[in-house]
């Protein structure tokens, strides 16, 4: 994606407009108060023998002055929250959306998690370039007009804090420079001891710091760690200071300079004490904004370079596929043909050569030790990743071409680490429809799993939030959690279920209860069910045995116990275990 595309899809721009308009103007403001405050000091010396008429006008013009600029600057800090706020939220809808369309296999590089950590600070950049692009143009033309009216008034005095202003823009170059990065390089040295003050404060290691008294430990780690840091930082806010010290030093001799240059026109009569005092006040003011120019430029390239990660991160690559499959189609056949798969990084493949057919409405169980790709022939199944060679076709239609949007309709899914939704136990297993499911249905599906939450016993019922830190909150067994995605799964339309390891956290009586329910409530979907408890796979129509990467049988479990050495041998050393 260009980058100039970007900007024009998710950044508004045209708010910039009027943003700068205003910022415009609101800066003519000090310039045309030059004069206005040099006559008012003038008259007010005079005692008013001028006319005090023409005083109180000039003292009424500048404190209209005064408030239209304190309106504009109101005006503009709205626009630019305003503006915040709204790109924000574009931003942030733009980087969930594209996240959602990612490939896969590139969500689960390092450089994926890079990006998508710096891209969320996008929009605290586009904000911060916002602010300083209107900076800019504030302090541009506050400067121009001042030097301007400085310039009417003496030309050579003018001159001279023109350069003097230039040699000042220089000498705080290079001194800003040796504390660039301060904050960063204090947050670093912190970072340490801010983890080790984590790790005795966060609820989760609290049970472990407990038992096995690691608190001492990690006590001391974290003393010798804020001590080393303490030192560092010290060391540099010593060098800041001193830094800023002289900048100060060199702001005092600006300041005496400009005086002794406003001198010349003054004794010569070229200029008032008004406007001596008036242009004094104005030229210090724009050593400041020399500053701050600075820093507006600073933090508008050093913000516009961050966003890079953005624009990086809205280029990556999308899932492919087109063909679309209507919602109600019947699924006729699945099919791996001689599919083979390596990891990214890797030299051997995890699969090879897999090839199975699998037919609507029948049960089947893909067994195997840990390790020989059992999940990741799931992840291939369902189009998370694409084979290195082969093919998966659903209804004799190669599954890559699918849209992203037909495949997930077409797979109902529990991995054996799914998320816990941190929402109430109706909306956990609602998930999957298009609408809440009911009391009656929820109570439907539990009573055949017989597995009843008991957060959902007492008032709130399927409407208890599944959060223990908050009020009315809480939580569920390992078990229980499992059978809530299950019940999921068991709720969703899709044609084809895949089980994976559905019944790590269960005792073996309610899982033989629970698989004796998927068979009666999957009854007419194609179910692939993954397992290392073979006892519990008989049930199968057919079970497909994995190897070391390979597919080495396929067949019921009776034959498998004759005709496949390894299945048996895996089954007989788990009944072995159980006598």
């Given amino acids: 994606m260009k980058i100039r595309a970007a900007f024009g899809r998710y950044f508004h721009l045209k708010e910039y407009g009027p943003y700068l308009l205003i910022a415009a103007v609101a800066v003519t403001i000090p310039a045309v108060s030059i004069r206005l405050r040099g006559d008012l000091i003038d008259g007010a010396l005079s005692g008013g023998t001028d006319g005090s008429h023409r005083f109180f006008l000039l003292l009424g013009l500048i404190i209209a002055l005064s408030l239209l600029q304190t309106v504009s600057a109101a005006s503009i800090d709205r626009i630019s929250q305003r503006h915040k706020i709204k790109q924000s939220a574009c931003l942030d809808a733009a980087r969930l959306e594209r996240a959602s369309k990612i490939a896969f296999p590139i969500t689960e590089s390092v450089r994926f998690h890079a990006l998508w950590q710096s891209s969320a600070e996008a929009p605290e950049l586009e904000a911060q370039v916002f602010r300083a692009v209107g900076t800019l143009v504030e302090l541009f033309v506050k400067l121009a007009l001042s030097l301007f009216v400085l310039w009417s008034m003496d030309a050579w005095t003018a001159t001279g804090i023109i350069l003097l202003l230039t040699a000042g823009v220089f000498l ?29 404060m966060q609820r989760e290691y609290a049970v472990e710091r407990k038992i096995f008294s690691f608190d001492e430990e990690i006590d001391r780690r974290y003393r010798d760690s804020f001590s080393r840091a303490k030192g560092e930082n010290a060391k540099l806010g010593r060098e800041r200071f001193q830094i800023e010290t002289v900048m100060q030093i060199l702001f005092a001799f600006y300041a005496v300079i400009v005086a002794l240059l406003l001198l010349r026109p003054l004794l010569s009569g070229r200029i008032t004490m008004g406007l001596f005092t008036s ?46 499959i209507a919602p109600d189609a019947q699924i006729r056949s699945v099919e791996f043909r001689d599919v083979t798969f390596t990891y990214p990084g890797m030299k051997n493949p995890v699969l090879r050569h897999i090839s199975f057919h699998l037919e609507p409405g029948r049960h089947y169980a893909l067994v195997g030790e840990n390790g020989c790709g059992k999940s990741t022939l799931v992840k291939l199944f369902v189009g998370l ?52 499911a009911d009391d009656k249905t929820l109570n439907g599906v539990f009573d055949r799993l017989g597995a009843h939450p008991m957060a959902a016993m007492g008032e709130a019922g399927y409407d208890r939030n599944l959060m223990p830190l908050f009020k009315d909150g809480a939580g569920l067994s390992g078990g229980e959690w499992q059978k809530m995605a299950v019940a999921r799964c068991i709720l969703s339309k899709a044609p084809i279920a895949i089980l994976d390891e559905p019944n790590a956290a269960l005792d073996p009586m309610a899982e033989a209860s629970v698989y004796t329910a998927y068979r009666r409530l999957l009854d007419q979907r194609t179910t692939l069910l993954i397992s290392h408890r073979l006892g519990s796979v008989r049930m ?40």
């Fill in 279 to 324: 242009a004094f006040y104005a030229a210090v003011g724009l050593e400041q904004s020399c500053k701050q120019i600075y820093a507006a430029v600073y933090e508008l390239v050093g913000a516009a370079g961050k966003m890079g990660s953005l624009f990086d991160f809205l280029a990556l690559e999308e899932e492919t596929g087109r063909e679309d």
């Fill in 540 to 579: 199968a129509d057919e079970i497909l045995v994995l190897k070391d990467g390979a597919l080495i049988a396929k067949a019921k479990h009776e034959k498998l116990m004759e005709t496949c050495a390894y299945y048996a041998e895996l089954f007989n050393t788990q009944k072995g275990m159980y006598m």
């Fill in 385 to 436: 990743y694409r084979p290195d060679s082969g093919q998966i076709l659903i209804n004799g239609r190669p599954a890559h071409e699918l849209s992203p949007a037909s495949r997930r309709r077409l797979y109902s899914v529990v991995f054996q680490d799914f998320y816990r939704y941190p929402l109430t136990i109706r909306e956990n297993v609602s998930l999957c429809m298009d609408a809440q």
């Fill in 172 to 200: 705080n170059r290079k001194l800003a420079q040796k504390t660039e990065g301060f904050w960063a390089k204090y947050r670093e040295n912190m970072r340490r001891a801010n983890y080790f003050s984590s790790l005795l």
